[in-house]
């Protein structure tokens, strides 16, 4: 191993005798630094090369061991570098003072080269293999937020599921593609993945700024809610607005592609389906009649039941699409909705 490979090794003592030893046991394995006093010490530990560990005397002039232990560990910089106090006290309240203010080992003078090494040696793997957690861990939470919305992510990590709950008042946006089959049948795989790609994109970062949560895609449509894990003062009127924009979102003339959206507002039922690979979903009459009525929407517009349509008239321009054929619904009216009313 290189010495810059090596890991550092700060010694803290005032007797330059135990120094010398300590260093040649460890100068064959790591990089050692020295500081002779307590002030020094804490100087050397948070600059910019921190050590990767600190053998740590308590018996020093000015500040003591404890005292060097105390304010590393409370220094977010340094509390988490392993300390080892190597020490003549061996009493056992001395050596319970020495764990109460944060070392991981407790080692005592008259020391033997074998065990410092081994000692040494165990904390630095110990150190790494927590740094190694702590990084799978990080992945983990990244890979969780970005495959759940911020709350249902929050509660796995806490009590490691969602709790399946009623929600009322939730408005639910569904998008899909006009003639994204045809274009999906004539054309590269890779081509196609890559358009829709970054249409979802831009749909996520519209639902975002309207305050919606993204739950789903599936295939060529683009589920999202509003007043479902945020609050929201005016979910439907959140929802509409973010149709609207989405439905004007520019595609390219050449794909021969549109977009129609369906909004509708009602209680939901949400939860995680699934164990190898978590689906946050919601289910409930409201998602299907979102569903329906993108459906019926015409290209690049926005479509909303009579009941609906009859909450948000008072803010927004639009025209009746007359009385259609629902499944599940029978006949009813359907309005498409063109714009916000201008204040």
């Known amino acids: 191993m290189s010495l810059s490979d090596r890991k550092t090794v700060l010694i803290v003592d005032d007797t330059p005798t135990n120094i010398g030893i300590i260093s040649s046991v460890l100068k064959e394995s790591f990089r050692t630094k020295v500081a002779t006093n307590g002030e020094k010490a804490l100087t050397l530990a948070s600059a910019d090369d ?10 020093m002039p000015g500040m003591d061991g404890y005292e060097v232990c105390r304010r590393l560990k409370a220094n977010p910089e340094t509390s988490s570098i392993p300390i080892i106090f190597l020490t003549a006290k061996t009493e056992d309240e001395d050596e319970r003072k020495g764990f109460d203010v944060g070392a991981v080992d407790y080692v005592h003078k008259p020391f033997s080269a ?4 081994a000692r040494v040696k165990t904390h630095i793997a110990l150190q790494a293999a927590l740094q190694r957690a702590r990084e799978s861990q990080k992945q983990a939470d990244e890979l969780l937020y970005c495959l759940l919305p911020q709350a249902a992510a929050e509660e796995i990590r806490n009590i ?3 709790i399946p709950r009623r929600y009322n008042d939730v408005a639910v946006l569904f998008c899909d593609v006009v003639n994204f089959t045809s274009y999906c049948d004539k054309h590269e795989p890779e081509e196609v993945v890559s358009r829709l790609d970054a249409l979802f994109v831009a749909f996520e970062r519209v639902a975002a700024t309207y305050g919606l949560e993204k739950i789903k895609t599936i ?42 959206v369906g909004v509708h507002i009602g209680p939901v039922v949400a939860g995680i389906v699934g164990q190898e690979r978590y689906q946050f979903d919601i289910w409930g009459d409201t998602v299907n009649i979102a569903a329906r009525m993108a459906g019926k929407a015409e290209p690049s517009g926005v479509a909303v039941t009579g009941g609906t349509w009859a909450r948000i008239k008072d803010r927004f321009e639009g025209e009746s699409l007359g009385e259609l054929e629902i499944k599940g619904k029978g006949t009813i009216p359907v309005f498409a909705v063109k714009r916000r009313v201008a204040c």
Not at 242 to 258: E, K, N, P
């Open 219 to 260: 295939g060529d449509a683009f589920m999202a809610a509003a007043g479902l894990l945020r609050k929201s003062d005016a979910p439907l009127e959140s929802a509409i607005l973010c149709g609207l924009q989405m439905a004007a979102t520019s595609i390219d003339a050449q794909l021969g592609w549109a977009v129609r």
């Open 160 to 162: 490691g599921t969602v």
């Open 50 to 59: 921190r050590p990767d560990l600190i053998l740590l005397d308590i018996t």
């Open 114 to 117: 074998s065990v410092i090494l």
